[in-house]
């Protein structure tokens, strides 16, 4: 089993920063991918952001591409999402989520096993 843990959220105005943090716990190894997906009210999860558990290869969304930064710790067992000039449509509620037993990384929410409890990121105009 894995456990993941978000934190970091709050609310920010347009153009600024956050970065959200992913803790794991559990059986988790390094070729894992790790996904960071997004859910606005009345709207279907969306994907963010990926990378594997251990680092390398990075994927993103068009809509962040240039503004958000995945990235990992392995001495922290934490994955990040540094998350740049915000726009109130980036208003969501963001989930960490891995995949199980693939090395495979996927921008669809339905191939992830493992999902974090989700916290909220508020971008005022």
Known sequence: QVQLVES???LVQAGGSLRLSCAASGSIFSGTPVGWFRQAPGEEREFVAAIRWSGGSTY???SVKGRFTISGDNSKNTVY???NSLKPEDTAVYYCAARRSTVVWSR???DYSYWGQGIQVTVSS
């Open 81 to 83: 999402l540094q998350m």
């Open 8 to 10: 970091g959220g709050g």
């Open 108 to 110: 669809d929410a339905r």
């Open 60 to 62: 993103y969304a068009d």
